[in-house]
């Protein structure tokens, strides 16, 4: 059995080409639906130059993880209805419910400025209580700011655990690498809200990795600009590859919402993905993409960055190529649970890629914990609760252990941690409609 699978494993990765033909007849079969793309070419204009403005490709929720990591794996795709058995859907106004729910917790907030070189251009970070924020920044129509609120500080798992009665991982997310070496990053998911029009420029994020996305209100656009086009014409040296914020030679960050096509003239040539991901749905984006999301209505969403089975390939060339930016390399080794060497990895010998990739699809990383047969299979993906995903038996004996990690995760550098570690433990007492077991 075992055997077999891996013989799989191997021809699905090493001959991806040989598997796209033989999932293209597949596909003939309607497996999946390809949806219309639309978008408004008269955007792509700017200053008379044009943008090279490519449409997201959608699929509806049917997808299987194998066709969408694998024949997808390097463009952005977005996953039409892929939340909507979530409890959290059904709430009359999503924000509104969160900010219920996670009252008393504090989040990370920031304001977008185009002069600064951090992150996805943040900054002016303040931490609050989310009832304060909402108040102030989502409900209250006569703030001019715009004001971004994401989980930075304490990952949503400590921050308001109680959240994930009505968030789940989304099945197609659901077996993941023991990424790192790990199933366990108490750091994530990531939760954004903010209102119409605040955002993230464009970024790249740690260690290069893959992410899914699901948006449960309001709207964003996404801009993404996949790893190959990144390093044909930007290369390693413009900073793509350390905060992704792309520097023009006279220092001046690329504004992907704005971009100045005089300053970056390269841009005519960089096919730019561009989509919007609605309530409901859920975005891939690939390894060591960089993109950009504007909130175009206020919105919550929920983030995690994760490494599936089928990227084995994808994950390792952009790792190597990328001259290990981010320390990705670290990640590639302990992911695979250094089963495999690294340090023959060389960016200028795709041998020694396809080496390295051969092994680590045998790896037990791979073949037990990434359960690779049940992508060839197309089985057991489902919506699951974070406490199954991290391998707990329930949601208080996980809530329990992340609220007492607080020294341990170093949370003691904020001074709200006291405050934050009691506001967990209070929550890990209420249990979703449910009782926090899944309906099935
Ligand atoms: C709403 O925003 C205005 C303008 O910034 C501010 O003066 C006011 O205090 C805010 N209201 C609330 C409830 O926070």
Partial sequence: ?????????????????????????????????????????????????????????????D?????????????????????????????????EYVAQVCRDSYIDTVVYSKEVSSWAGHTDEKLMRIKDYYASYVKNSSNEELRYATSATFGMPFMCPALQHDML?????????????????????TIFMGPAWSRSELHIDMMLM???????????RFRVIAFEDNLEHFGVDRGGFGSGRILSPSGKALEIFDPDVQEFPELQDVRIYEGEVKAGDVIYVPSGA??????????????????WP??????????????????????????????CEVDGLNPFDDST??????????????IELGQARSYVDKKGFRDIFLWELFR?????????????????????????????????????????????????
């Fill in 1 to 61: 059995m075992a055997k077999k699978v891996r013989e799989r494993m191997v021809s699905y990765a090493t001959y991806g080409v040989v598997l796209c033909l033989v999932l293209k007849s597949i596909f003939s079969l309607r497996t999946y639906v390809m949806l219309s793309r639309s978008f408004d070419a008269d955007e792509g204009t700017m200053n008379g130059l044009k943008l090279n403005l490519v449409p997201i490709t959608e699929v509806a929720s």
């Fill in 63 to 95: 997808v299987s993880p194998l066709d969408l990591f694998l024949r997808h794996a390097k463009e952005p795709v977005i996953v039409k209805g892929a939340l909507h058995g979530q409890p959290l859907m059904r709430a009359d106004n999503v924000v």
């Fill in 169 to 189: 991982v989304p099945g197609l997310a659901s077996k993941p690498l023991p990424t790192g070496g790990a199933f366990r990053n108490y750091a994530q998911p």
């Fill in 210 to 220: 893959p992410f899914w996305l699901g948006v449960y209100a309001g709207t964003k």
């Fill in 290 to 307: 960089l993109h950009g999301i504007l909130n175009t209505e206020a919105t919550f969403a929920a983030t995690s960055n994760s490494l």
């Fill in 310 to 339: 089928p990227l084995t390939s994808h994950y390792a060339e952009v790792c190597t190529k990328s001259h290990f930016a981010r320390r990705c390399k670290r990640m590639l080794k302990d992911t695979y649970l250094g089963a």
């Fill in 353 to 366: 890629i396809e080496e390295f990739t051969k092994c680590a699809l045998h790896s037990k990383a791979n």
């Fill in 392 to 440: 707990f038996t329930s949601y208080e004996d996980f809530c329990l252990a992340v609220c007492s990690k607080y020294l341990e995760l170093d949370y003691t550098k904020s001074k709200q941690g006291p405050e934050q570690e009691a506001v967990c433990k209070r929550q890990c007492k209420v249990l979703g409609s449910r009782n926090g077991k899944p309906s099935t």
